[in-house]
């Protein structure tokens, strides 16, 4: 008998926006964004994570990130702009992953802090390495991202659940 491989979780925070006079949803990637969104697929791409589905949020500074970074990938996912993603607090988040269907094995979600941080951290029960440290060190900037393993249903999300394995920021 064969041991089923984890599921993977990876929440990535959108790169750096831009401050016009836009409304916040509305507000674009700054020019250093436009610079780390497809550094961030890249890093991904390196970590051999093949994804079943992305969540993105509905806001455009999420949107141009993931348009970015996924073209990085070897395979692109099929991807579902999700409105509560965007101002979500950390149940909402939760409650969107107990959402998800049990053939997806691997899923990328995109949106913004402090939610994402909050999620990556409340998932957290165990951790490899100074994955943990490294990320509460530098307060999830944008652009970064978290890998997060789990066994079980998505129903099964919640606090404590997963291992954080891998941690990643740009200019850090």
């Known amino acids: 008998m064969s041991v089923e491989e984890p599921r993977k979780i990876v929440l990535l925070r959108h790169a750096k926006a831009d401050w016009g006079q836009e409304a916040d949803h509305e507000r674009p990637l700054a020019e250093r964004g436009r610079q780390d969104a497809p550094v ?18 509905t806001a455009a500074r999420t949107r141009e990130t993931w348009k970015l970074a996924v ?16 101002e979500a607090s ?10 998800t269907p049990d053939d997806v094995r691997n899923l990328v979600l995109i949106g913004h802090n402090p939610g994402i941080h909050a ?10 390495g100074e994955c943990l440290p490294g990320m509460n060190r530098t307060g999830f900037p944008t652009a970064a991202f978290a890998v997060l393993t789990f066994e079980g249903s998505w129903k099964s999300v919640e606090h404590g659940v997963a291992k954080l394995v891998d941690f990643w920021a740009p200019h850090s």
């Open 40 to 57: 961030a697929g890249r890093k991904l791409a390196d970590a051999g994570i093949t994804f079943d589905l992305a969540l993105c949020s």
């Open 71 to 86: 073209h990085e990938l070897a395979e692109r996912p099929r991807t579902v702009y999700e409105e509560r993603v965007y």
């Open 119 to 128: 999620l990556a951290d409340a998932l957290a029960g165990e951790t490899e």
């Open 90 to 99: 950390l149940g909402e988040l939760i409650a969107l992953l107990n959402e």
